[in-house]
């Protein structure tokens, strides 16, 4: 079965850093887009980082030269370095991930659970 394992959230400080990592597992045909999203308490699920299969990224307004998105195409895995946090960075970050199946080979996209990032001092 295929899924999307995330780890690396935590707690940070103010200006600290943490890197995430979503693996895909289970039976991989093809990886197109994969991506991180976020969602504050009270809020919507916002786009935060994306990056295509060529290694093309692009990135919310909010995190641009802070956050760095990075695949591992033969690992299967997509990376967020989080830099020079702030305590609105705070939510719970998703992976996102399309992965194509056969016979069909149209769009397939899966989420993984999830993991929380705490900004505070």
């Known amino acids: 079965q295929v899924q999307l394992v995330e780890s690396g959230g935590g707690l940070a400080q103010p200006g600290g850093s943490l890197r995430l990592s979503c693996a895909a597992t289970g039976i991989i045909f093809s990886i197109n887009v994969m991506a991180w999203y976020r969602q504050a308490p009270g809020k919507e699920r916002e786009l935060v980082a994306s990056i295509t299969k060529g290694g093309g990224a692009t990135y919310a307004d909010s995190v641009k030269g802070r956050f760095t998105i990075s695949r591992d195409m033969a690992e299967r895995t997509v990376y967020l370095q989080m830099n020079s946090l702030k305590p609105e960075d705070t939510a719970v970050y998703f992976c996102?991930?399309?992965?194509?199946?056969?016979?069909?080979?149209?769009?397939?996209?899966?989420w993984g659970q999830g993991t929380q990032v705490t900004v505070s001092s």
């Open positions: 996102n991930a399309d992965l194509p199946q056969p016979p069909s080979w149209t769009r397939s996209i899966y």
